[in-house]
């Protein structure tokens, strides 16, 4: 039976793994190797050894509703993108809430967690942690979940680029960036075109003489203001377009994704087009970078060939000379190093995990990682959809399944994964977002049955069906009901209205025309929802409609 589970991490996913915890009976002790919590959203003016680290003006592009926890809705008046101060005030407000401070051991580093001699009969870990002034320390707990996230240690590929050594400016990983305060009048070169390479170009080329970015592959590009000014995941993360998503092809929507970005603004014309698809890679979220394209500041430019002093050679045999600084931002290499390799198991470029959790060839299911996984989504709610799991499974009240059927899982997922999606050493992994959370949200036994509220509370149904995938959904019903859930989904668009409304206007009624339209949609929607279960599932109408007895006055 567990009872004692060490957390490694008070970031996000670690914040969420003690509250599962406690809500399941379970101490939790979380040890942080920091000063404060937060993770990778504690701002440091200096870099820290084997801590992830973001850069002063570091605005999340996840809107608010959609990276909250489940049970714990932001602020009403906090911006839809917020700052990263405004999201560690919201982990303070978490943690506060549900008491979860007093379990942090701050300034305390895992230096190793091992399986006790007695393992086979017991499960337990021995954990040794070590403080700041050296002195370690042995503990024995009945579980380990691992919470220390993957943006920790900086892939600096100089062997890639012939003549660095020669470089006569600075060069640095953006691991390292804060701000652009040293790029005052510089030109300066961007390697690597993500969302930090993104984000660093943008911010630079207001102060710099110059700036390039170089890529080798290029990337979509997405505006996080989408129609109507709505937060673009708000917009286009529901279960109807998920729905959709299962019924037709992926080629169409790649066709009808990249046709709609690229009448924003053309790829091809803007240097951006990539060798990939819009849905085999997550895409760039920045709003800026196509402006600062349009007006010279940024300037695209392919794959660094060479460095000569301080000239840049591409592999197109164009040269930018008198170079001033360099920036990386080539991605992160990712590891466990407190934990014995023999409890990992590699499938593919990444370490194979049971749904991205468990390992899969442990005797007893006593170890988790938690916020390893990589979607087109905000951590914390696919975090905490695995902590709410891994307590589950901690407990007893869930069961996984045998190492050899778990074993087979991870292969499949591996081949599913470099199927559907463009992945490397150093993006190993990815997963639909909807579609994961959807996945141990079936595990937990508190997935939304569109059916259900179909005929027990359409005005419910119509706003899980329509609206954004908010995690309050899987508050419903099931373990970790909250009475809440059903008030924040009809509220959520309320919440993202609050920090907007600056300014007294009147609000114009929604037509006829329209709500007719909305109408007729929904009823199809609810069709092709039914033909869909029917279809995959074909005793659950029938069970379903059984179940349904006519109410009496």
């Keep these: 039976m567990v009872h004692r589970v060490a957390v490694i991490g008070a970031g996000p996913s670690g914040l969420t793994a003690m509250k599962a915890c406690l809500d399941e009976g379970m101490v939790p002790t979380c040890f942080e190797s920091s000063d404060d919590m937060g993770g990778l959203w504690k701002f440091k003016e200096v870099s820290e050894p084997n801590r992830a680290s973001i850069y002063r003006s570091l605005t999340i592009n996840i809107s608010k509703e959609m990276m909250c926890y489940s049970d714990f809705p932001i602020p009403a008046d906090y911006p839809n993108y917020m700052h990263h101060s405004k999201i560690l005030k919201y982990f303070r407000m978490y943690a506060e809430h549900f008491k979860l401070l007093q379990h942090i051991h701050f300034q305390k580093s895992v230096k190793s967690v091992r399986q006790r001699s007695d393992f086979s009969r017991t499960g337990q870990w021995e954990v040794v942690t070590e403080d700041r002034g ?10 380990v979940i691992c919470c220390s996230g993957h943006y920790t240690y900086p892939n600096m590929p100089l ?20 701000g652009p305060e040293d790029m005052y009048g510089k030109r300066v070169v961007v390697i690597g075109i993500g969302n930090s390479g993104g984000d660093i170009a943008v911010e630079s080329s207001r102060v710099a003489k110059q700036v390039y970015a170089s890529t080798r592959t290029g990337a979509w590009v997405i505006r996080q203001v989408s129609d109507d000014g709505v937060p673009v995941d708000m ?12 019924l037709f092809p992926m080629n169409f ?33 920045n709003d800026d970078l196509p402006f600062k394209i349009l007006s010279g500041s940024v300037i695209i430019k392919p794959n660094v060939k060479e460095i000569r002093g301080s000239s840049v050679v591409f592999d197109d045999g164009s040269i930018v000379e008198k170079v001033d600084t360099i920036v990386f931002a080539t991605g992160y290499d990712y590891g466990f190093p407190f934990l014995p390799s023999s409890v990992m198991y590699n499938s593919g470029h990444r370490v194979g995990l049971y749904k991205h959790v468990f390992p899969p060839n442990m005797e007893h299911p006593t170890l988790a990682v938690v916020g390893f996984i990589h979607g087109l989504g905000a951590i914390m709610p696919q975090a905490e959809m695995q902590a709410r799991w891994v307590a589950q499974v901690f407990k007893g009240d869930k069961k996984l399944p045998s190492n050899q059927v778990m074993i087979k899982s991870v292969e499949k997922d591996t081949k599913n994964m470099e199927k559907s999606y463009n992945l490397s050493r150093r993006s190993p992994l990815q997963v639909d977002f909807v579609s994961y959370l959807d996945d141990i949200a079936g595990e937990l036994g508190v997935r939304p049955s569109l059916l259900w509220l179909f005929f027990t509370d359409y005005p419910l ?46 609000e114009p009624e929604a037509s006829i025309t329209s709500r007719l339209l909305k109408l007729s949609l929904t009823v199809m929607a609810g069709g092709a929802a039914v033909y869909y279960v029917h279809v995959h599932y074909p005793t659950t109408i029938s069970t379903l409609l059984s179940k349904l007895s006519p109410l009496t006055i």
Excluded at 138 to 143: E, K, L, Q, V, Y
Excluded at 235 to 246: C, D, G
Excluded at 260 to 285: E, V
Excluded at 469 to 480: F, I, M
Aim: charged share 25%.
């Design 134 to 143: 050296g002195q370690e320390q042995s503990h024995i707990f009945d579980a």
């Design 159 to 178: 062997k890639d680029f012939p003549g660095i050594e020669s470089f006569e400016g600075k060069y640095l990983h953006s691991w390292d960036y804060k």
């Design 235 to 246: 917009k286009y993360n529901t279960r109807f377009v998920h729905i959709l998503f299962q």
């Design 253 to 285: 929507f790649n066709w009808f994704g990249e046709k709609k970005l690229n009448a924003m603004y053309d790829h091809t014309m803007y240097a951006l087009k990539p060798k990939h698809r819009l849905f085999s890679q997550i895409p760039i979220i």
């Design 461 to 506: 149904f119509k706003r899980v069906l329509w609206g954004p995938v908010t995690v309050y959904q899987y508050r419903l019903t099931g373990p970790g009901k909250w009475d809440g859930a059903r008030r924040a989904i009809f509220t959520q668009f309320d919440r993202m209205y609050q920090p907007l409304k600056t300014r007294k206007l009147k």
